[in-house]
T-cell receptor
Framework: GQNIDQPTEMTATEGAIVQINCTYQ??????LFWYQQHAGEAPTFLSY????GLEEKGRFSSFLSRSKGYSYLLLKELQMKDSASYLC????????????FGRGTQLTVWP | DAGVTQSPTHLIKTRGQQVTLRCSPK?????VSWYQQALGQGPQFIFQ???????QRGNFPDRFSGHQFPNYSSELNVNALLLGDSALYLC??????????????FGPGTRLTVL
């Protein structure tokens, strides 16, 4: 099976920077996704990494190291609306569909 | 352009009953996946439909079944409901079973409560 591990909870203050880590162990790795999920809502896509390195998209960046089975999501200039659960998910093989999710990291941003 | 839609939004059932949840994929998408998300957990893959056939299946019992229609919409059926089936059921659509798309779009989900 897959072993995807991320912290359960994190807190930070407005304007700060926070890094959410995700480690995974899987065969046939073919990409890692980050999703944001506000309470009671659907997950929304944030980023996708398949090659090593950093992908930057506005205030959000995602990093992948395949050799270490490690990824992180970096959120800059935190805003109150960033309070949400952040889900790390791994894709295996060539077909899109079956994503393996971690339990999610609940981020709380304080004023 | 409508995104992924699901119905109903909320549903309350009792143990032993059967339930049908519905999903319409994002316009242009042909592949639908279903996930179960228990409170405080990440989504767990149930199964995926493409060309009206079940293509992949997660570790869920046969009580969970599905269907995809020619217009790509999909249903999830759960028989003999158990208390443990209470969860948020998410539908996700994508634009290519054979890996041409790298993003799944999720619907708002159906909150199922089994009493």
């Amino acid at each position: 099976g897959q072993n995807i591990d991320q912290p359960t909870e994190m807190t930070a203050t407005e304007g700060a920077i926070v890094q959410i880590n995700c480690t995974y162990q899987t065969s046939g790795f073919n990409g890692l996704f980050w999703y944001q999920q506000h309470a009671g809502e659907a997950p929304t896509f944030l980023s996708y990494n398949v090659l090593d390195g950093l992908e930057e998209k506005g205030r959000f960046s995602s990093f992948l190291s395949r050799s270490k089975g490690y990824s992180y999501l970096l959120l800059k200039e935190l805003q109150m609306k960033d309070s949400a659960s952040y889900l790390c998910a791994v894709k295996r093989g060539s077909t899109l569909g079956r994503l393996y999710f971690g339990r999610g990291t609940q981020l709380t941003v304080w004023p | 352009d409508a995104g992924v839609t699901q119905s109903p939004t909320h549903l309350i059932k009792t143990r032993g009953q059967q339930v049908t949840l519905r999903c319409s994929p994002k316009s242009g998408h042909d592949t639908v996946s279903w996930y179960q998300q228990a409170l405080g957990q990440g989504p767990q893959f149930i199964f995926q439909y493409y060309e009206e056939e079940e293509r992949q299946r997660g570790n869920f019992p046969d009580r969970f079944s599905g269907h995809q229609f020619p217009n790509y919409s999909s249903e999830l059926n759960v028989n003999a409901l158990l208390l443990g089936d209470s969860a948020l059921y998410l539908c996700a659509s994508s634009g290519g079973y054979r890996g041409t798309g790298n993003e799944q779009f999720f619907g708002p989900g159906t909150r199922l409560t089994v009493l």
